[in-house]
Nanobody
Framework: QVQLVESGGGLVQGGGSLRLSCAAS????????MGWYRQAPGKQRELVAI???????NYVDSVKGRFAISRDNAKNTVYLQMNSLKPEDTAVYYC??????????WGQGTQVTVSS
């Protein structure tokens, strides 16, 4: 089992920045890929960014150049630095972990609201 706890969401003006954190606990050695997803009201959950255990990253096109995902293995934490935020970035952001045993775990979500 893996437990994920997100923090760092909030309300920010357009053009501002936020940093989300996701602390993992439990069977952390089984984790391969970690990522951030988001779900806006009335929309499906979408992948925002992922990072592999080797540090390879990938982003959805809409956040490339603005968001950066990073991983601190010593702290078992993954971060999402979000810059130049836009109102369309408003959503609940979820941390995700994918393990070697092909299990997927989710955090409880953190709200990000960007005002225009």
């Amino acid at each position: 089992q893996v437990q994920l706890v997100e923090s760092g969401g909030g309300l920010v003006q357009g053009g501002g920045s936020l940093r989300l954190s996701c602390a993992a606990s439990g069977n952390i050695f089984s984790i391969n890929t970690m990522g951030w997803y988001r779900q806006a009201p009335g929309k499906q959950r979408e992948l925002v960014a992922i990072i592999t255990s080797g540090g390879t990253t990938n982003y959805v096109d809409s956040v490339k150049g603005r968001f950066a995902i990073s991983r601190d293995n010593a702290k078992n934490t993954v971060y999402l630095q979000m810059n130049s935020l836009k109102p369309e970035d408003t959503a609940v952001y979820y941390c995700n972990a994918f393990t070697a045993g092909l299990h997927t775990y989710w955090g409880q979500g953190t709200q990000v609201t960007v005002s225009s």
